[in-house]
């Protein structure tokens, strides 16, 4: 057995699916500052809800290419035809309401950076550009921060974004470091 076998994981990236060992390994739990990556993290959280994250990676590549490699302008000036699309294509989620949220969120992104507010900038001031640290036993499903920002993302006008989903996405980004106590990446 190589060392890299040997690596103990967070027990959700423990067995044999490979594509969510790597995103483990590599992406999930890395403090993430890039305000496009946020934002597209944030719409594929939402397009999760109800579903398992692994769905979501499988079908991570189909989603950037039909929601064009999530530019935020691009997205933003999606209408019904594009919405059309975006239901006929079997290689992404193909919720209405999900598909609305995510052209919804990338129109607020874009008012916001019109605005002169950075989506990283914003996301961070919640923490004040700290990472915070779980124990690395107990595993959340929100918590009173989670509700915080929910309660702020729903105020400016971004859906499917209820605390579960919120704190999934602090973990991912990085905003939360929640390996556990024996998984290498602690």
Known sequence: MSKKEERQRCSWASGDNKL?????DKEWGV????????????????FQ???SWSTILNKREAFREAFAKFDPKKVA????KDI???LKNEGIIRSRAKIEAAITAAKIYCDMKKDGEEFSDFC???TKGKVLKGDGKTVLAETE?????????????FKFVGPVIVYAWMQAMGMV???STKCFRR
Do not use: C, T
Not at 20 to 24: F, K, S
Not at 77 to 80: H, L, N, R, S, V
Not at 145 to 157: D, M, T
């Open 20 to 24: 969510m060992q790597q995103y483990h």
């Open 31 to 46: 403090p993430l500052r890039d305000s496009r990556a946020l934002w597209e993290l944030l719409v594929l959280e939402g």
């Open 49 to 51: 809800a109800g579903l």
């Open 77 to 80: 000036a999606f209408k019904e």
């Open 84 to 86: 059309q699309r975006l």
């Open 124 to 126: 961070w001031s919640f």
């Open 145 to 157: 921060l989670s509700k915080q920002i929910s309660k702020e993302l729903k105020r400016r006008g």
């Open 177 to 179: 470091n929640d390996h």
